[in-house]
């Protein structure tokens, strides 16, 4: 079984790949999932609409990559949790961005992965204005 920052880093090559079915995979079919994205009304609460978020974010993403400027992940018995700050450089839904994201999330250990339980992301200044 991968360990905690193995699945983190597969969230994220899985994201620029745009594999749908192995985002969907990596959640936990739980009623205390949550995923809090960007947007204004970008909340999934449960698993019922996990297919949904991730099959509409892989249809309005094109031409991604993510650059890390740091990922931290900590893994304790069967919870583990991390914090990662990237660059963003994407079409998303036709219009090119790039941006520093932020988030963190949490995972819990099943018998057979760790899956995401929660995942909470926001976008900090423009990767340009950063600092780094």
Same mark, same amino acid.
């Given at each position: 079984?991968?360990?905690?920052?193995?699945?983190?880093?597969?969230?994220?090559?899985?994201?620029?790949?745009?594999?749908?079915?192995?985002?969907?995979?990596?959640?936990?079919? @739980? &009623?205390?999932?949550?995923?809090?994205? $960007?947007?204004? =009304?970008?909340? %999934?609460?449960?698993?019922?609409?996990? /297919?949904?978020?991730?099959?509409?974010?892989? @249809? &309005?993403?094109?031409?991604?990559?993510? $650059?890390?400027? =740091?990922?931290? %992940?900590?893994?304790?018995?069967?919870? /583990?949790?991390?914090?990662?700050?990237?660059?963003?450089?994407?079409?998303?839904?036709?219009?090119?961005?790039?941006?520093?994201?932020?988030?963190?999330?949490?995972?819990?250990?099943?018998?057979?992965?760790?899956?995401?339980?929660?995942?909470?992301?926001?976008?900090?200044?423009?990767?340009?204005?950063?600092?780094?």
């Amino acid at each position: 079984m991968p360990n905690a920052h193995d699945t983190v880093k597969a969230y994220f090559e899985a994201l620029v790949a745009r594999d749908a079915e192995t985002l969907i995979a990596m959640m936990l079919p @739980a &009623s205390h999932y949550v995923k809090i994205g $960007t947007d204004t =009304n970008e909340v %999934v609460e449960g698993s019922a609409e996990i /297919a949904a978020y991730y099959q509409n974010h892989i @249809a &309005s993403t094109e031409d991604f990559s993510i $650059t890390f400027i =740091n990922l931290d %992940v900590q893994e304790r018995d069967n919870v /583990a949790w991390f914090y990662t700050r990237q660059i963003w450089r994407l079409r998303w839904q036709g219009v090119p961005e790039e941006f520093v994201m932020r988030m963190t999330g949490v995972l819990e250990k099943t018998d057979a992965s760790w899956q995401f339980a929660q995942i909470h992301a926001s976008i900090g200044i423009s990767a340009t204005e950063d600092t780094l």
